[in-house]
């Protein structure tokens, strides 16, 4: 019943030739925008450098880590013994 007492009172709003909708602006006081703080430098740039302790890795600083370089020596040494065994 509430439901409908509600429904009846929003299409009675609607279909009044009077709406009672009251558009109120205000001006907003202006703020004082805070310096921008240093940017943080390119992701090429840092590609070499490790991370501060707690931060993480950007991708490209895992691509070229020490361990992935090292693995992909490896992998290529692996693969240099595996077709020289096969020839």
């Known amino acids: 019943m509430e439901e ?3 429904w ?3 299409t009675t709003l609607i279909k009044s030739s ?3 909708v009251q558009i109120v602006t205000e001006q907003l006081p202006k703020t004082e925008h805070p310096k921008q703080e240093q940017k943080e430098p390119s992701c090429w740039r840092t590609i070499f450098s490790p991370p501060e302790r707690g931060e993480d890795f950007t991708i490209l600083q ?6 992935a370089v090292a693995t992909a020596g490896a992998v290529e040494e692996t693969e240099k013994t595996i077709i020289q065994r096969r020839s």
Do not use: I
């Open 18 to 20: 009077n709406p009672s």
């Open 8 to 10: 009846k009172l929003k």
């Open 62 to 67: 895992e691509v070229a880590g020490n361990e």
């Open 4 to 6: 409908y007492n509600l």
